[in-house]
């Protein structure tokens, strides 16, 4: 009814006819109270539609029920899917979930990190950019912590780069493109090592490969503006940083004049909800965001719980062959 007064934890200790503090351990499920007592708080508290309000309860705790994401990029579909499943998976075992998003500003992250962590219980750091040295500096400060594809001192989940993009070169190699043009994306991405090592383990080992690394960029834009570079550099076949700059240079390059495949062959990384929608569809490699960000909450899960979670968890993305890449015309 409008206007009725709310039934407080004061009027179930009346009806119970115990202390507020008995009334308080019941609620919060300790087992030190007299299993009589508890049952009776138990009865009041249905007979008079009491439930215990959630901020209490976590002040009592010393708990929020909360925990905290940072990520590079919220706009980036791969980051979205990683956050819908951590999202999933910690909703399920009662936990909500405080998003903060650095817009790739390195010197945003450590501060976003600090703050969140004094407003939850646990922190998940999704693709840190930060350097090897700050990262340090935080994760001794915000623990519990939990990395997503980077390394450092604390649990971490992440996918393997390398490998995928070497079978991307090597489909690209056996189509027969000797001129591979590579768009390179964020610099102090653990990901972005792991791409690089691909590529010098492509150079040496594949005879008359060459892969010209161009600056570039993480977003549709930046794939977009880098078309000039890599018809300047007479590359046939593009790899991207990942499927948005992938995108954007195959939106320049039809809007050029060129066709793809038959005059460049492109292939992105991640495969966004998007990649199999364009014209052609785009080749690249599926990571698994949303069972990264499962396993990142059920790492971070396992330390809330006192408990030691494996210490590096990785999945290897499949490659997904679409229409942008084919044997080079030219």
Same mark, same amino acid.
């Given at each position: 009814m409008a206007g009725q007064k709310q039934t407080t934890i004061t009027d179930v200790a009346k009806h119970a006819g115990v202390s507020l503090a008995t009334v +308080?351990?019941?609620?919060?499920?300790?087992?030190? !109270?007299?299993?009589?007592?508890?049952?009776?708080v138990r009865t009041s508290a249905t007979e008079l539609g009491y439930s215990a309000n959630p901020?209490?309860? +976590? #002040?009592? =705790?010393g708990k929020t029920q909360t925990i905290s994401v940072v990520v590079p990029d919220l706009?980036?579909?791969?980051?979205?899917?990683?956050?819908?499943? #951590?999202?999933? @998976? %910690?909703? /399920?075992?009662?936990?909500? !979930? =405080? *998003?903060?998003?650095?817009?790739?500003?390195?010197?945003?992250?450590?501060?976003?990190? =600090?703050? +969140?962590?004094? &407003?939850?219980?646990?922190?998940? #750091?999704?693709?840190?950019?930060?350097?090897? @040295?700050a990262l340090a500096e935080v994760l001794a400060e915000v623990a519990p912590? !939990?990395?997503?594809?980077? %390394?450092?001192? $604390?649990?971490?989940? $992440?996918?393997?780069?390398?490998?995928?993009?070497?079978?991307?070169?090597?489909? =690209?190699?056996?189509?027969?493109? &000797? &001129?591979? $043009?590579?768009? /390179?994306?964020?610099?102090?991405? /653990?990901s972005n090592a792991q791409r690089l090592a691909a590529l010098d383990d %492509?150079? /040496?080992? #594949?005879?008359?490969?060459?892969?010209?690394?161009?600056?570039?960029?993480?977003?549709? @834009?930046?794939?977009?503006?880098s078309l000039d570079? *890599?018809?300047?550099?007479? $590359?046939?076949?593009v790899l991207a940083f990942n499927d948005l700059s992938a995108m954007g240079l195959l939106s320049a390059a039809t809007e050029r004049g060129l066709t793809v495949p038959g005059d460049l062959s492109i292939a992105g990384f991640d495969d966004i909800?998007? %990649?199999?929608?364009?014209?052609?569809g785009l080749t690249?490699? @599926?990571v698994p965001t949303a069972e990264l960000g499962a396993l990142a909450w059920h790492a971070l899960r396992a330390l809330l719980q006192g408990e030691s979670p494996e210490a590096m968890h990785t999945v290897v993305p499949q490659v997904i062959l679409r229409g942008t890449t084919a044997a080079p015309t030219r």
């Amino acid at each position: 009814m409008a206007g009725q007064k709310q039934t407080t934890i004061t009027d179930v200790a009346k009806h119970a006819g115990v202390s507020l503090a008995t009334v +308080s351990r019941v609620m919060n499920g300790n087992a030190t !109270v007299d299993p009589t007592l508890a049952e009776r708080v138990r009865t009041s508290a249905t007979e008079l539609g009491y439930s215990a309000n959630p901020l209490a309860r +976590s #002040l009592v =705790l010393g708990k929020t029920q909360t925990i905290s994401v940072v990520v590079p990029d919220l706009s980036n579909p791969t980051f979205q899917g990683m956050l819908r499943g #951590l999202s999933r @998976a %910690a909703v /399920a075992d009662g936990y909500h !979930v =405080l *998003v903060a998003d650095s817009d790739e500003h390195e010197d945003q992250e450590r501060l976003l990190a =600090l703050e +969140s962590r004094r &407003r939850s219980d646990g922190l998940v #750091l999704c693709a840190p950019r930060m350097s090897d @040295a700050a990262l340090a500096e935080v994760l001794a400060e915000v623990a519990p912590v !939990v990395l997503v594809n980077r %390394a450092g001192d $604390a649990p971490s989940v $992440a996918a393997d780069y390398r490998t995928p993009l070497r079978e991307v070169i090597d489909h =690209l190699y056996g189509l027969g493109h &000797r &001129r591979i $043009a590579y768009l /390179a994306g964020a610099k102090r991405s /653990a990901s972005n090592a792991q791409r690089l090592a691909a590529l010098d383990d %492509a150079r /040496a080992t #594949l005879d008359g490969c060459e892969i010209y690394e161009i600056p570039a960029g993480v977003d549709f @834009a930046a794939g977009a503006d880098s078309l000039d570079a *890599v018809l300047d550099s007479g $590359a046939t076949g593009v790899l991207a940083f990942n499927d948005l700059s992938a995108m954007g240079l195959l939106s320049a390059a039809t809007e050029r004049g060129l066709t793809v495949p038959g005059d460049l062959s492109i292939a992105g990384f991640d495969d966004i909800p998007f %990649a199999r929608y364009t014209s052609p569809g785009l080749t690249t490699a @599926a990571v698994p965001t949303a069972e990264l960000g499962a396993l990142a909450w059920h790492a971070l899960r396992a330390l809330l719980q006192g408990e030691s979670p494996e210490a590096m968890h990785t999945v290897v993305p499949q490659v997904i062959l679409r229409g942008t890449t084919a044997a080079p015309t030219r």
